[in-house]
C-alpha cells in the first residue's frame, strides 16, 4: 500500500492530470506543468522501494570466498575419509 501524506500538496496535485503515454509502457505524459517531473519523481521513489536491490560488491565477494571454503572443506573430508579407509582412488 502506498500512502500519501496530506502536505504532499504538489503531488497530490498532480496525480489527478498525468496521462499515460502509449507510446513509452510505464511513463506519462510531458506537461507544460510540472506534474509530470513530480509524477516521475513519484514513480522513481517507489520502484527505488521495491525493486530488488544488487547486494554489495564486498558482501557478494564475501559469499563467494565462504562457498569455496565449504568446498575445500568437504574436499579435505572425503580426503581424510577415503584415507582413514585405505582407499587410493581420488
Excluded at 502506498?2 to 509502457?25: F, G, K, Y
Excluded at 506534474?35 to 558482501?59: C, F, N
Excluded at 574436499?75 to 582413514?84: D, E, H, S, V, Y
Aim: with cysteine; net charge negative.
Amino acid at each position: 500500500m502506498w500512502l500519501i501524506a496530506e502536505d504532499c500538496h504538489e503531488l497530490l496535485d498532480a496525480l489527478p492530470v498525468l496521462v499515460a503515454d502509449e507510446e513509452r509502457d510505464g511513463d506519462v505524459v510531458k506537461t507544460e506543468s510540472m506534474a509530470d517531473d513530480i509524477g516521475d519523481t513519484a514513480r522513481y521513489g517507489l520502484k527505488s522501494m521495491v525493486a530488488p536491490h544488487a547486494k554489495p560488491k564486498e558482501q557478494e565477494r564475501q559469499e563467494l570466498l565462504d562457498s569455496y571454503d565449504e568446498q575445500l572443506e568437504r574436499i579435505r573430508k572425503r580426503r581424510a575419509t577415503k584415507a582413514g579407509s585405505g582407499s587410493t582412488a581420488p
